[in-house]
């Protein structure tokens, strides 16, 4: 099979929850990235319409460990019903889908610097 890069789409009720989430996952070598950003969401709650302050994360990892991931943010996630979405990437570039690979499912081959200097 094939390892394409996918990403997985949470939100979280604080900073802290999704940065110690993010912190496991990463270090676990679930995935590769976790990008987080403050955002406004407007839903509907067991009856109640809800206006509140959440974290979106996009975790980057591949097909290969997305099972894995999406157990484990499961597990770990402080809301009683996480939101888990997973976004197939289709298109990706070579060297990002390398970097991906190397950080979640196989060995490093070469080291990758985080942004060009």
């Known amino acids: 099979m094939l390892t394409r890069g996918t990403i997985i789409m949470s939100t979280f009720p604080s900073e802290k929850s999704v940065a110690e989430l993010a912190s496991k996952v990463v270090a676990g070598k679930l ?3 976790v990008n987080f950003i403050q ?3 407007i839903y509907a709650w067991r009856g109640r319409m809800e206006d509140q ?3 979106i994360a996009l975790f980057k990892t591949t097909t290969k460990s997305a099972k894995r991931l999406k157990a484990e ?3 770990l996630h402080p809301y009683e019903v996480p939101e888990i979405v997973e976004l197939k990437m289709e ?3 070579s060297q990002y889908l390398s970097w991906l690979i190397e950080s979640t499912d196989g060995v490093p081959k070469k080291r990758h610097n985080a942004a060009k200097r």
Do not use: G, L, N, P
């Open 39 to 41: 955002i406004r969401s």
């Open 73 to 75: 943010i499961s597990r």
């Open 53 to 55: 302050k959440e974290f």
């Open 91 to 93: 298109d990706v570039a």
């Open 31 to 33: 995935c590769a990235c």
